[in-house]
């Protein structure tokens, strides 16, 4: 299931609110946790009914693994502790290995010539990549004894199974909710602006994201010689700002619902597009992912406090794993590597440059970024090569296909509703919104002006209102007959 | 108080659509209420094949989660309304954008590919021998065209025109195939080969291609959305017909012929057309069997009372138009039909009880009814028994043919009809065989253009030989 989806929105969500405090009532926080365990379980068959046995797989796998790690710690058997850690993260990974990567890497071993083993056809859990992450983060925490152990494994399923966070992330770390999973409190100003965030999210991703998104997909199908430099443009910035308000419309989302069942999460993005290095960049994009590999990658390989080679290896290797997190080709493979290049250049000598002019560094720092979208979305070498061509002019303005780029903006949904979503998207990349908030709550001392908050929640359910209809014409689909 | 408030509304209205889109449901499907149906389709998301592990549980599983999604979309109150509303206020605001991205676009197309000179439009053979029709001044009307939608094989238009003939302003919608220029041209090549071909395998029979014509065929589309028009297309596809093969088509050379003889709504072609498509294939027969008799139909409007709201009214989800719904009643001899229960696209009465039902207000007045679909069945055999011609047909129709079949079919003894839409599992067999089987001595190719011309489907010629 995913959350921009009207049976979600207005069954699966009450359902399980109605629930969830009904039974909390009653049994508090483990009979929550038991109905968010159940509800999630849910939530992931509702995809795919059969890869539920992957999240018990991994649920048990870690919850054992955590308490014999923790026993070892309390025997003070490091044999042991390393041992079950070992288990944890080869169950883990391999789980990885086989459902994500096994296709990838026999594509890439058949090239060979001569070689032409068969390529199984495995669907890719949903999520798989978020929770595999968040419960290695666990058994490598309670080894470091950064955490203690969960004894009970329902509210360990909860953790593993978290319906907000499963699918899009953010990866949420035990340690940020361990002590949430056994005692936690919900109040009605959490409720309330937990909701907020859930509506703003779903409107991110239903109003923007959604818009951005079928002008990028029409566009990609063509040929990037047909696109010319006006469809290539529009293309990827459509994606850029696509990518974005899905993936932070996503997080928004989750971190909405978790509040408002009494969970902190993180903040997982944090208005990347005004970032002016591509470091700065970093710290601002997928934030709970880059920290995740800093912490359990970069730093155990010794960071930055080894020789020179050494730093860039470690670099690089962290950016390789980046790449590849974000999806098994090699084009999301060479996509953290060039991050990885960049930020080596930055490290260098580009960072002293940047602090010579604001404005060139943004204007740089956004071209690298919306560059790396090329490399992410095209497939192939050559698709990249292609597609740059395409944006620097080797096609004419209008491309050189049978139907010219405007044309093509004309029938990729490039019109009014577009323009109004991509202005919207550029005034919310940045942190404009959030300034004035912020000055009018000063100017409340600490409460937006009452005139203010009145306005911010009719313009919230005002959005509410509008995904409702966007998500009722997306389903709109009348019988296809009628189309011959 | 703020957040009590917020709170309170908030869970106030998701609670609300949580119980009412259920219980309106059970309203609907209890007879109780009415509500609004658009033929919107809620499909399973995955079908487990049979045999494959827990395939039963899982259908069953896939099932239900239709049948949620199903609740929570059609039964949500006032659905049809929302995305009607939505989708006019999409269209009326995007209309200058797509005005200026529509005149900018036409002024930089190029139309590819070159086509060879248009034959002229005369009825004929594939005889390419025929003198130019020297080009006499036209009025040129005021009509612009607004590019509204696309879906997965078409692009949408409103085309607003005042017309020559009164000087009034009309309204209808274009549907125009989205496929490139080159690439249909590439398959009309493909399917004028593939036609020819099958022609001379089976010499002994009489061949008619009659495509049904679509605006986007026409010259006054070519002058309207230049980058749009299929013109060139489909006058090369009739130029390549091999001699020995008859074709005709319906003529659209003015906007008032696309207005009178096709629905301003609906893709299909209304009474006006289909009566002139009759016409123009029965004088083709004609040219082989002089004895025939054209007949003359009776055209029943049904006091103007039947408005109906076309596919692509359905398709935009935007019901600002509508057509009044009529239908030619031939005099036709006593004769049996032979339902085709594979294929059907709603119509269950005869044509008899159809009548009946219309002439006495008793039609389904329900937006999403198409009555050009509904009035009409699909038939699979019709057989004249008085008829002595020693002749037989086969047409191979779409939904383009129903309003035809027992009118066509009286001018012989026996008449199969197969139809190729891949909305629906094509049966197995091979046109050469059904020929050699039933006695055919004529086959008629009675289709919409596209699928004539460049198998658009990519189902136009499925099993032909």
């Not at chain 1, 649920?59 to 490091?78: A, F, H, N, P, Q």
């Not at chain 1, 359990?296 to 690089?316: A, D, E, H």
């Not at chain 2, 159809?354 to 006495?360: A, C, D, E, I």
Request: contains cysteine.
């Amino acid at each position: 299931m995913v959350f921009a989806y009207l049976p979600f929105v207005f069954a699966f969500l009450p359902l399980f609110f109605l629930t969830y405090y009904a039974v909390g009532h009653f049994f508090g926080t483990k009979g929550k946790n038991v109905v968010l365990f159940l509800f999630s379980l849910v939530f992931y068959a509702w995809g795919e009914p059969i890869y539920i046995i992957l999240m018990f797989y991994s649920t048990i796998l870690d919850y054992v693994c955590g308490r014999m790690i923790e026993k070892g710690t309390e025997e003070g058997s490091v044999l042991k502790k390393r041992i079950f850690l070992t288990i944890s993260l080869i169950g883990n990974l391999g789980l990885l290995s086989i459902f994500k990567y096994l296709g990838m890497i026999l594509t890439s071993i058949n090239s060979i010539p001569g070689v032409a083993i068969p390529i199984p056809e495995i669907i890719m859990p949903i999520g798989i990549s978020f929770y595999t992450f968040q419960t290695m983060s666990y058994s490598i925490d309670v080894y470091r004894g950064k955490v203690k152990a969960q004894k009970n494994i329902i509210n360990f399923g909860a953790y593993v199974a978290m319906f907000p966070q499963l699918i899009a992330g953010p990866v949420v770390r035990y340690e940020t909710v361990a002590a949430e999973l056994n005692q936690r409190k919900e109040t009605l100003d959490d409720f309330a602006a937990g909701a907020r965030r859930f509506i703003i999210g779903l409107g991110k991703k239903t109003l923007i994201a959604n818009i951005m998104a079928q002008t990028a997909d029409a566009l990609f199908m063509h040929a990037p010689s047909s696109l010319g430099m006006l469809g290539s443009w529009v293309a990827i910035i459509a994606y850029t700002f696509q990518i974005f308000f899905d993936f932070s419309g996503y997080s928004d989302m989750a971190i909405g619902m978790g509040r408002m069942m009494g969970f902190h999460y993180l903040e997982n993005f944090n208005y990347p597009y005004i970032a002016r290095s591509v470091t700065d960049f970093w710290r601002r994009w997928h934030i709970s992912m880059s920290t995740f590999f800093r912490d359990y990658i970069y730093i155990p390989l010794g960071g930055s406090r080894v020789s020179k080679p050494r730093w860039l290896l470690n670099i690089f290797i962290v950016w390789f794993a980046t790449g590849l997190w974000h999806g098994a080709s090699w084009n999301f493979v060479i996509w953290g590597l060039y991050f990885g290049l960049l930020l080596v250049i930055e490290k260098v000598f580009l960072l002293k440059l940047f602090e010579h002019s604001k404005v060139f560094s943004h204007i740089l720092t956004l071209f690298f970024v919306v560059f790396g979208w090329v490399i992410f979305t095209q497939e192939s070498v050559g698709g990249i090569l292609e597609y740059t061509k395409a944006m620097f002019g080797a096609y004419g303005r209008f491309g050189t296909g049978d139907t010219n780029a405007v044309l093509l903006l004309q029938h990729s949904d490039v019109n009014t509703v577009f323009l109004i979503a991509l202005a919207a998207a550029v005034i919310f990349s940045t942190p404009i919104a959030k300034k004035i908030k912020e000055k009018l709550t000063q100017k409340g001392n600490g409460e937006l002006p009452t005139a203010a908050a009145v306005a911010y929640d009719v313009a919230v359910f005002a959005i509410l209102f509008l995904c409702t209809v966007q998500l009722a014409l997306g389903a709109y689909n009348p019988f296809i007959y009628f189309r011959f | 108080m703020r957040n009590k408030i917020f709170v309170g509304l908030f869970c106030a209205f998701i609670l609300l659509v949580m119980v009412s889109a259920p219980l309106n449901a059970a309203l609907t499907h209890a007879g109780i209420v009415k509500t609004a149906n658009v033929g919107n389709i809620i499909e399973v998301e995955k079908v487990y094949e049979e045999g494959s592990f827990g395939a039963p549980l899982f259908n069953a599983i896939e099932e239900g989660k239709r049948d949620v999604a199903d609740i929570y979309t059609n039964y949500i109150p006032f659905y049809v309304g929302i995305t009607s509303v939505a989708k006019s206020t999409e269209f009326a605001l995007n209309r200058p954008f797509a005005a200026y991205l529509l005149e900018k676009g036409n002024e930089l197309a190029v139309i590819a590919p070159p086509v060879e000179p248009d034959k002229p439009q005369d009825s004929g053979t594939g005889d390419t021998t025929a003198e130019p029709v020297p080009e006499e001044p036209k009025f040129t009307p005021v009509a612009k065209a607004e590019y509204l939608d696309d879906d997965v094989f078409y692009r949408y238009y409103k085309v607003s025109v005042q017309l020559e003939e009164n000087g009034e302003n009309e309204e209808f919608y274009a549907r125009v195939p989205g496929k490139s220029q080159s690439e249909l041209y590439d398959k009309m090549e493909i399917q004028a080969a593939k036609i020819n071909d099958f022609a001379s395998r089976v010499p002994e029979v009489n061949w008619y291609v009659f495509p049904v014509t679509c605006f986007e065929d026409s010259e006054v589309f070519k002058n309207l959305i230049p980058s749009e028009s299929k013109h060139n297309i489909f006058t090369s596809f009739l130029d390549r017909l091999d001699d020995g093969i008859q074709y005709d088509y319906v003529r659209i050379d003015s906007y008032e012929d696309k207005l009178n003889k096709y629905y301003r709504t609906d893709h299909h072609w209304n009474v006006n057309g289909y009566t002139e498509g009759y016409n123009r294939i029965a004088t083709m027969f004609k040219e082989n069997y002089p004895d025939l008799e054209i007949m003359e139909p009776e055209i029943h409007t049904f006091d103007n009372e039947v408005k109906m709201y076309g596919s692509i009214d359905l398709a935009l989800s935007d019901y600002s138009l509508y057509d009044i719904f009529a239908a030619a009643k031939f005099p036709l001899a006593s004769h049996t039909v032979t339902r085709d229960s594979a294929i059907s696209y709603g119509g269950t009465n005869t044509i008899e009880k159809s009548f009946f039902l219309y002439n006495n207000k008793l039609q389904n007045t329900e937006k999403s009814y198409n009555h050009y679909m509904q009035f009409y069945r699909i038939s699979k055999k019709v057989v004249y028994p008085e008829n002595n011609t020693g002749r037989n047909l086969l047409i191979i129709g779409d939904s383009y043919s129903p309003p035809l079949l027992e009118a066509l079919a009286s001018h012989f003894d026996n008449t199969y009809i197969r139809y190729v839409d891949n909305n629906f599992e094509m049966p197995e067999y091979k046109y050469e065989d059904l020929i050699s089987e039933y006695g055919i001595t004529d086959v008629l190719l009675l289709q919409i253009s596209s699928r004539v011309y460049c198998d658009y489907f990519d189902d136009s010629l499925l099993n032909l030989y």
